[in-house]
């Protein structure tokens, strides 16, 4: 069993930045893929970014390539979504999720373990 514990989300001026952080319990944090998701209002859950248990393989939504960077500290079980040059149509609840399989994927249902999420909001 993993929890998942977001933190850092917050309101922001346009073109701000913010740096969210997920801390994770248990013993085996390196071997599960992380993932970053996101669910706008009145919208459905997006994916924002996933990163390998090893950090090695990241991969980005297409809206937030260049401004977004996941990162992982698997000596303090934490992953991180460094936000910049944010946007209104970032706002959202922002999930992480722990995925056992261990692969990089964008796909929700590959999640194992999901976090209560934290909110961002981007003033313009």
């Known amino acids: 069993q993993v929890q998942l514990v977001e933190s850092g989300g917050g309101l922001v001026q346009a073109g701000g930045s913010l740096r969210l952080s997920c801390a994770a319990s248990?013993?085996?944090?390196?071997?599960?893929?992380m993932g970053w998701f996101r669910q706008g209002p009145g919208k459905e859950r997006e994916f924002v970014a996933t990163?390998?248990?090893?950090?090695?393989?990241?991969s980005y939504r297409d809206s937030v390539k260049g401004r977004y960077t996941i990162s992982r500290d698997n000596a303090k079980n934490t992953v991180y979504l460094q936000m910049s040059s944010l946007k209104p149509e970032d706002t959202a609840v922002y999930y992480c999720?722990?995925?056992?399989?261990?692969?990089?994927?964008?796909?929700?249902?590959?999640?194992?373990?999901w976090g209560q999420g934290t909110q961002v909001t981007v003033s313009s």
């Open positions: 990163i390998t248990g090893s950090g090695l393989t990241t």
């Open positions: 248990g013993r085996t944090f390196s071997s599960y893929a």
């Open positions: 999720a722990a995925g056992s399989r261990g692969w990089a994927t964008s796909r929700s249902n590959d999640y194992d373990y």
